[in-house]
């Protein structure tokens, strides 16, 4: 079945650097990639997704990279506010209506 | 109208009770999923509903636990014998069948004593 890796497992950057968090999946079948934020004790919020047929999607200050012959893909946060702390997951499936296999996930701090 | 609703939001009960969780779908959400999120770790896919098709169990890491749905609307997850490695957050989420991604709930947090 499938397997999501994601690294680093914690990344601290300063207010206003740009952070990237990368994932690689095992399954070359897998067609959806969303990406997750989660503030402690609050609910997986998606914040962005790709599907295979696209190389790079972008919404403001998010951006998500794929490369489907390497397997892996990224998530690209510019500007970053101290609203952007917390934990990020990355997750693939076959299909939008499928089940979700998740990455471990990256505790993200930005520091003020 | 509203997002995903997940009761109870926190159960506490001893090892060996059983415990039912209860989620319900944004309205016309015909598919529906459950999670596990053990402290500080990733979520676990546990069981799938679409439709009326037949679910897919492959994440229940035991037969203690199963769950059900009513057509497209609310679902439970029910843990029987309950163990102490059974606590954990649950998390239920819904999605438009093959048009739109799964939208979570607050989950709820169960507590084995």
């Known amino acids: 079945g499938e397997n999501v890796e994601q690294h680093p497992s914690t990344l601290s950057v300063q207010e206003g650097d740009s952070a990237v968090i990368k994932c690689t999946y095992s399954?070359?079948?897998?067609?959806?990639f969303p990406w997750y934020k989660q503030e402690l004790g609050k609910r997986p919020q998606l914040i962005i997704d790709?599907?295979?047929?696209?190389g790079e999607k972008k919404d403001q200050r998010i951006a998500v990279t794929l490369n489907k012959t390497a397997k892996h893909f990224s998530l690209h946060i510019t500007e970053t506010q101290p609203e952007d702390s917390a934990v990020y997951f990355c997750?693939?499936?076959?299909?939008?209506?499928?089940?979700?296999?998740f990455g471990a996930g990256t505790i993200l701090r930005v520091k003020s | 109208g509203a997002g995903v609703s997940q009761s109870p939001s926190n159960k506490v009960t001893e090892k060996g009770k059983d415990v039912e969780l209860r989620c319900d779908p944004i309205?016309?959400?015909?598919?529906l999923y459950w999670y596990r999120q053990r402290l500080g770790q990733g979520l676990e896919f546990l069981i799938y509903?679409?439709?009326?098709?037949?679910?897919?169990k492959s994440g229940l890491p035991s037969d203690r636990f199963s769950a059900e749905r009513t057509g497209e609307s609310v679902s439970t997850l029910t843990i029987q014998r309950t163990q102490q490695e059974d606590s954990a957050v649950y998390l239920c989420a819904s999605s438009l069948f093959d048009d739109q991604p799964q939208h979570f709930g607050d989950g709820t947090r169960l507590s084995i004593l």
């Open positions: 997750a693939a499936s076959l299909e939008y209506g499928n089940k979700l296999v």
């Open positions: 509903f679409q439709g009326n098709s037949a679910p897919d």
């Open positions: 309205s016309g959400h015909t598919a």
């Open positions: 790709i599907r295979s047929n696209v």
């Open positions: 399954d070359s079948a897998s067609n959806y």
